[in-house]
């Protein structure tokens, strides 16, 4: 891990900050990136986050980011337990997640995750579905949307992804939000190049599930 995250600090632009994608991976692995300097861990699972958390409570400045598909019934605890979401992806989630940020006095950071490409294992929301719930979203107290995340589709050829990307960052400068949440192991470089401020990686970063180097 050692070679692999000095290799991304390396590469990555300043405007690009890591997101490392610990799922899967137990709280010991966390801990020694934090002794190497990663703070931002995003987690997909609540019940998998909560105990790493815990376990890491003596690292009281880690910063956590939910990156996983979010389910209605454990908004409240995703709020309790992350200061950022990736994936919020309709406005029926948004109304909830600002009526239970507003009741726990929370300000989350929120991400609005977009589908520009048809992809059935993907939720999202189209840019003219985006444009026309958008000023509703600014609307809600509580939250605040700080950017969009998108996902290319496991069988979109390298070469293409750049292009979604930056289809994505136009979108997103045109509603004026300032963050992308784009880019994983396979196609960092790409998002990079088109803008993206957060990059979620996992394997790249701790190797594979199961590796303890």
């Known amino acids: 891990m050692v070679d692999r995250l000095a290799e991304l600090r390396r590469r990555l632009p300043p405007q690009a900050r890591l997101l490392a994608v610990s799922k899967g991976h137990p709280a010991e692995r966390l801990r020694v990136a934090a002794a190497l300097g990663q703070r931002s861990f995003g987690e997909s699972r609540l019940q998998e ?45 948004a109304e909830r997640l600002a009526r239970i940020a507003a009741e726990e006095g929370l300000q989350p950071a929120i991400f609005l995750q977009v589908k520009l490409r048809p992809d059935p294992g993907k939720t999202g929301l189209s840019a003219e579905q985006l444009r026309a719930i958008w000023p509703r979203v600014q609307a809600l107290p509580a939250l605040r949307p700080v950017g969009l995340m998108t996902i290319a589709p496991l069988d979109l050829a390298l070469e293409l992804r750049g292009g979604l990307f930056a289809e994505c960052a136009a979108l997103a400068a045109e509603l004026g939000l300032g963050e992308l949440s784009m880019g994983m192991s396979g196609d960092w470089p790409e998002a990079v190049a088109a803008g993206s401020t957060w990059v979620r990686i996992g394997s790249g970063l701790f190797g594979p599930k199961g590796c303890q180097r």
């Open 49 to 93: 986050a909560i105990p790493k958390q815990e376990a890491l409570a003596d690292l009281p400045d880690l910063d956590w980011h939910f990156i996983g598909r979010l389910q209605a019934n454990k908004a409240r605890g995703v709020l309790r337990h992350f200061s950022t979401i990736h994936s919020v992806d309709s406005l029926e989630l």
